[in-house]
Nanobody, 121 residues
Framework: QVQLVESGGGSVQAGGSLRLSCAVP????????MGWFRQTPGKERVFVAS????????AYVDSVRGRFTISRDNAKNTVILEMNSLKPADTAVYYC??????????????WGQGTQVTVSS
């Protein structure tokens, strides 16, 4: 069963930066496109960013394009989300998952615990 372990969240002021990491042990990681999603209380989890299996192509939701950067290290089974110029609207619990389709949707039914990002104004 796939295990997704997110880390790196925290509390920052608007304009600050955070670096999220997601480890996926035990998976043939390079076989899967990966993505980040986020969820706020009472709302559905939504797509944020994705990266292809090789890392050669990325996609972002309009609200984060130009501020967030997704990357991956296939040797370490890790996907990273660098978040800059953070806004209060970015406050959410962030999750990683495999992705498939266009627009990207989550591939694995089981989610990790997520990591909380809080941005204060």
């Amino acid at each position: 069963q796939v295990q997704l372990v997110e880390s790196g969240g925290g509390s920052v002021q608007a304009g600050g930066s955070l670096r999220l990491s997601c480890a996926v042990p035990g998976l043939t990681f390079g076989h899967f496109a990966m993505g980040w999603f986020r969820q706020t209380p009472g709302k559905e989890r939504v797509f944020v960013a994705s990266i292809t299996r090789s890392g050669g192509d990325t996609a972002y939701v309009d609200s984060v394009r130009g501020r967030f950067t997704i990357s991956r290290d296939n040797a370490k089974n890790t996907v990273i989300l660098e978040m800059n110029s953070l806004k209060p609207a970015d406050t959410a619990v962030y999750y990683c998952n495999g992705v498939v389709g266009s627009p990207p949707i989550a591939l694995f039914s089981r989610w990790g615990q997520g990591t909380q990002v809080t941005v204060s104004s």
